[in-house]
Nanobody
Framework: QVQLVESGGGLVEPGGSLRLSCAAS????????IGWFRQAPGKEREGVSC????????RYADSVKGRFTISRDNAKNAAYLQMNSLKFEDTAVYYC???????????????????WGQGTQVTVSS
């Protein structure tokens, strides 16, 4: 069964940190790009950060540059999103996703991602 499972979400105060994990099962992440996306209530889903198959290329939304760091560990079949200096506007459900490297897509093109996790809630509140 192909599956991605996010974990690590929760409630955190502004300025705090969280580390999200994405564990894959049923397939090997080595040949897939990984993306983190989020959706806040009443808003469209947006790309947060994406990383290429080997980890050599990363992309970040302007809103999270300098605060978030994406990484992957292919040996563990997992990916991560380190979130620092969290803000109220970071509150959302966060999803990890995977896609093969085929096709004329930009790294963080959401429409190209085939596999999605169930999401994990991140709430930033004082």
């Amino acid at each position: 069964q192909v599956q991605l499972v996010e974990s690590g979400g929760g409630l955190v105060e502004p300025g705090g940190s969280l580390r999200l994990s994405c564990a894959a099962s049923g397939f090997t992440l080595d040949y897939y790009h990984i993306g983190w996306f989020r959706q806040a209530p009443g808003k469209e889903r947006e790309g947060v950060s994406c990383i290429s198959r080997s980890g050599g290329i990363t992309r970040y939304a302007d809103s999270v540059k300098g605060r978030f760091t994406i990484s992957r560990d292919n040996a563990k079949n997992a990916a991560y999103l380190q979130m620092n200096s969290l803000k109220f506007e970071d509150t959302a459900v966060y999803y990890c996703a995977a896609r093969p490297t085929l096709g004329p897509y930009s790294l963080c093109d959401m429409t190209s991602y085939d596999y999605w996790g169930q999401g994990t809630q991140v709430t930033v509140s004082s």
